[in-house]
């Protein structure tokens, strides 16, 4: 779990800027399109899975308006994000550093084509369905700011699985079902997580130097900036990286 909560602080810096910005936006709104479609239901009391979406979405400062619009279009029958299906590829970045990469996609050939473009480019090697996620536990994950004892026994009573303690705050982790609830008894006890998602956490985490550290960052974010990239994972350990946002 080492470095995971600078990863995530990381992300949030990058995605600060406009452009980067309507991209997070844009990706949510299609997730939150394909999430009604598989759970047969664009009315989030019903499917769990558009539910946690729409949570994420708000806690990373997705315009309420935006995900209003579209839920209305979707239970209006619009059949928007029907293309759309979840493919997963693994991989290894340089220095045998583990990637996962989440996209969604109406196009297989094309996606796959990209990511294994960005992976050749940036020395990397893409697997077979199976090489590294097992080097993964799907998580629930808030970050809290600062790290109390009152706050470290809130998050135990309300259900966490696991507490990480740094200088700067509180790492929580919980059941992935469980998060969004969670985080909702942390804000009704007066304490305001500054992250809250569903993510991959990798078992065991790789450290390398700083030239090496920065040919994987470049490598991942490239990966992030296709257009049909959800979500990237790697085991990669920050704590000792200096990276600029």
Same mark, same amino acid.
């Given at each position: 779990?080492? @470095? *995971?909560?600078?990863?995530?602080?990381?992300?949030?810096?990058?995605?600060?800027?406009?452009?980067?910005? @309507?991209?997070?936006?844009?990706?949510? %709104?299609?997730?939150?399109?394909?999430?009604?479609?598989?759970?047969?239901?664009?009315?989030?009391?019903?499917?769990?899975?558009?539910?946690?979406?729409?949570?994420?979405?708000?806690?990373?400062?997705?315009?309420?308006?935006?995900?209003?619009?579209?839920?209305?279009?979707?239970?209006? @029958?619009?059949?928007?994000?029907?293309?759309?299906?979840?493919?997963?590829?693994?991989?290894?970045?340089?220095?045998?550093?583990?990637?996962?990469?989440?996209? %969604?996609?109406?196009?297989?050939?094309?996606?796959?084509? !990209?990511?294994? *473009?960005?992976?050749?480019? *940036?020395?990397?090697? %893409?697997?077979?369905?199976?090489?590294?996620?097992?080097?993964?536990?799907?998580?629930?994950?808030?970050?809290?700011?600062?790290?109390?004892?009152?706050?470290? !026994?809130?998050?135990? =009573?309300?259900?966490?699985?696991?507490?990480?303690?740094? !200088?700067?705050? %509180?790492?929580?982790?919980?059941?992935?079902? =469980?998060?969004?609830? $969670?985080?909702? @008894?942390?804000?009704?006890?007066?304490?305001?997580? =500054?992250?809250?998602?569903?993510?991959? $956490?990798?078992?065991?985490?790789?450290?390398?130097?700083?030239?090496?550290?920065?040919?994987?960052?470049?490598?991942? =974010?490239?990966?992030?900036?296709?257009?049909?990239?959800?979500?990237?994972?790697?085991?990669?350990?920050?704590?000792?990286?200096?990276?600029?946002?």
């Amino acid at each position: 779990m080492a @470095g *995971h909560s600078k990863w995530a602080q990381i992300k949030r810096k990058k995605a600060a800027n406009d452009l980067k910005r @309507g991209k997070v936006i844009s990706k949510y %709104l299609r997730a939150i399109a394909a999430a009604a479609r598989a759970g047969g239901s664009a009315d989030p009391a019903a499917n769990v899975q558009l539910r946690n979406l729409i949570e994420a979405a708000k806690m990373d400062d997705v315009p309420n308006d935006n995900i209003e619009r579209l839920l209305k279009r979707l239970q209006g @029958g619009d059949e928007e994000g029907s293309s759309y299906e979840e493919v997963v590829y693994e991989g290894y970045a340089p220095g045998g550093v583990a990637v996962l990469v989440y996209a %969604l996609t109406d196009n297989r050939n094309r996606t796959a084509s !990209e990511v294994r *473009h960005v992976f050749s480019k *940036h020395g990397g090697s %893409l697997g077979a369905s199976g090489a590294v996620a097992w080097q993964f536990d799907r998580r629930g994950y808030i970050w809290l700011e600062p790290n109390t004892e009152a706050a470290q !026994e809130a998050a135990i =009573e309300l259900g966490a699985l696991d507490l990480q303690e740094s !200088e700067e705050g %509180l790492e929580i982790y919980t059941d992935p079902q =469980e998060v969004y609830t $969670i985080a909702g @008894g942390l804000k009704e006890r007066g304490f305001k997580p =500054e992250d809250v998602e569903i993510t991959m $956490i990798p078992q065991n985490t790789m450290a390398l130097g700083q030239e090496d550290a920065e040919k994987v960052l470049r490598m991942i =974010e490239a990966l992030e900036d296709l257009d049909d990239t959800q979500n990237v994972y790697s085991n990669l350990n920050l704590e000792n990286v200096t990276v600029e946002a």
